[in-house]
């Protein structure tokens, strides 16, 4: 099992401000998923980076693989209500073909 | 497309009794997970299957619990017998060709 750190744990803010959380590890992976997930649904992928340095950007959010792809940051621009939900890193292990997940940044953004 | 259904939604039982979790993965997918989330442990992957094959159950916590797949279309978690640390919910999800997960709604299990 990756050993996986997400950071902060809990995150609450103002509409309209900016954010980043973190997803770290010691092992190297060769990708990474982000899901959101909200009250009483399942994880929703937002996106998968491959290659280390890799950025990717969904409309306000922004998404960076690190360099050795051992870690990756989520950067979300003037947050929104609807952007309130638990962000989950799951870095895909060089063997296999499972991603693990991480315990997750639970956000809220008060309007 | 009716996504990844799972029932029952919510399953509340006694310790000690027999609980079967149900999940039908999307068509065409050929790999389905089971997960168990908590707040102390977050999402754990608990077993997986390919093309109807389990293929890495170590996340199974121990022999109380058993997973199935006789079908592509069908699955289902068991749980026998259920203690209240089996308390959780459990996600059921697919993907086709280990790509992009597709997760149902989950099913929140308490044991009394």
């Keep these: 099992t990756q050993l996986l750190e997400q950071s902060p744990q809990f995150l609450s803010i103002q509409e309209g401000e900016n954010l980043t959380v973190y997803c770290n590890s010691s092992s190297v992976f060769s990708s990474l998923q982000w899901y959101r997930q909200e009250p009483g649904e399942g994880p929703v992928l937002l996106v998968t980076v491959v290659t280390g340095g890799e950025v990717k950007k969904l409309k306000r959010l922004t998404f960076q693989f690190g360099d050795a792809r051992k870690d990756s940051s989520l950067h979300i621009t003037a947050a929104q209500p609807g952007d309130t939900g638990l962000y989950l890193c799951a870095p895909r292990g060089n063997t296999g073909n499972q991603f693990y997940f991480g315990t997750g940044t639970s956000l809220t953004v008060i309007p | ?112």
Aim: glycine content about 6%; overall charge neutral; hydrophobic content about 35%.
């Design chain 2, 1 to 112: 497309d009716a996504g990844v259904i799972q029932s029952p939604r919510h399953e509340v039982t006694e310790m000690g009794q027999e609980v079967t979790l149900r999940c039908k993965p999307i068509s065409g997918h050929n790999s389905l997970f089971w997960y168990r989330q908590t707040m102390m442990r977050g999402l754990e992957l608990l077993i997986y299957f390919n093309n109807n094959v389990p293929i890495d159950d170590s996340g199974m916590p121990e022999d109380r619990f058993s997973a199935k797949m006789p079908n592509a279309s069908f699955s289902t978690l068991k749980i026998q017998p259920s203690e209240p640390r089996d308390s959780a919910v459990y996600f059921c999800a697919s993907s086709l060709r280990s790509l992009e997960q597709f997760f149902g709604p989950g099913t929140r299990l308490t044991v009394l």
